[in-house]
């Protein structure tokens, strides 16, 4: 195994382990260098969901965040619908999206059969405990016109830089897996950590102890009308739910390695007091080409990254190659186990 260093990511030279021991192992490698590096590339691997996801699940003490959201079978296939709805209102309506229920009754107005998904036990899968290939759901990144309401989220259109990381109980590590017909499509990754350390003295003074205000915003981030319905219910819930909706972050962060950073999100409202060009002066900074790096996909192809100080997008691509490319997402705790962004973020 070989780790290639460059500026804005590193790439660890690897074929797919076969065996679940040496799964783990590289998943704590990927969680090292995650942390150092903030993305990490593994080029060509194992396409079966049972591999991506126990590679997920081995890097975060807390396994696959988003495995609530997680609606459709690798060959596109939706799980049962009162499942989606339980996994994908469950995810939203709690602040750190566990298994409780958010007492919300004031704020929302339930029908019975909400209120009845959302009471619905919904068990979380160990990919470790699955023993035939492909059996682990996943989300799909797709425009795929499979059945009534398509194969995926994030379909097709544009999506400006954002982060995963939009509340203070987000998971702040995300991972993509090219499927199939990938190629034609690229995503270009921002990494801040060069950018702040490059970052000239007045611009630099201007964020140092500065604060972010941002307010949750689905309509911003794509298309809603042309949304698969689970993944527009979730945004919407989300932007309902007031204790997940709504934070301050400081502009410079450290991640659990001490490396420093920008948090950035311009899609969710993202204003900072008493200097108002410093947003736009940090967009015109930090996604420079030289902090930025575009993947153009290989099936197989991995990618993991903190979004913590990471920023992605997708540039506009052609719906007809979108309605063919399939990548696969999970996500995961980086450095957010235990609350510890807001822990970090707290005046």
Known sequence: MDTLIHPTHCEIVVDSPDNDDDIRELGRICKEWLLNKQIVLLRKQNTD????AKLSESIARDGIYNWRQCSWM????????????AGNIGYTTTPEANNDPWNNSKKLAWNSTTAAAIDKTLPRINP?????????????VTGEKKGKFGGGIFGT??????????????????GLQAIKDAGDASTFYANSVPA?????????AR???????????????????KMHPMQRITM???ALNLDRREMEMNLIQKNRKGIEGIYFHRLNNMK?????????????????????YEHRWETGDIIFMDQLITQHKREFVAEELLEKRVLHRFTFMVNNDDEWVKEQNSI
């Not at 969901?49 to 991506?52: A, D, H, P, W």
């Open 49 to 52: 969901s049972n591999y991506f």
């Open 74 to 85: 690798p060959n596109g296939d939706l799980i049962e619908l009162p499942d989606q709805v």
């Open 128 to 140: 470790f405990d699955l023993k035939e290939p492909n059996t682990y759901p996943v989300q799909r």
């Open 157 to 174: 259109g544009d999506l400006d830089w954002h982060c995963n990381l939009g509340n203070y109980y987000e998971a702040d590590g995300v």
């Open 196 to 204: 702040l350390k490059e970052m000239p003295d007045e611009l630099r």
């Open 207 to 225: 964020c140092e102890g500065k604060r972010a205000t941002f307010l949750y915003d689905h309509k911003k981030w794509s298309d809603v009308s």
């Open 236 to 238: 919407q819930f989300l």
């Open 272 to 292: 900072i007091e008493g200097d108002e060009t410093l947003v736009q002066d940090l967009y015109e900074w930090m996604f420079q080409d030289k902090y930025v």
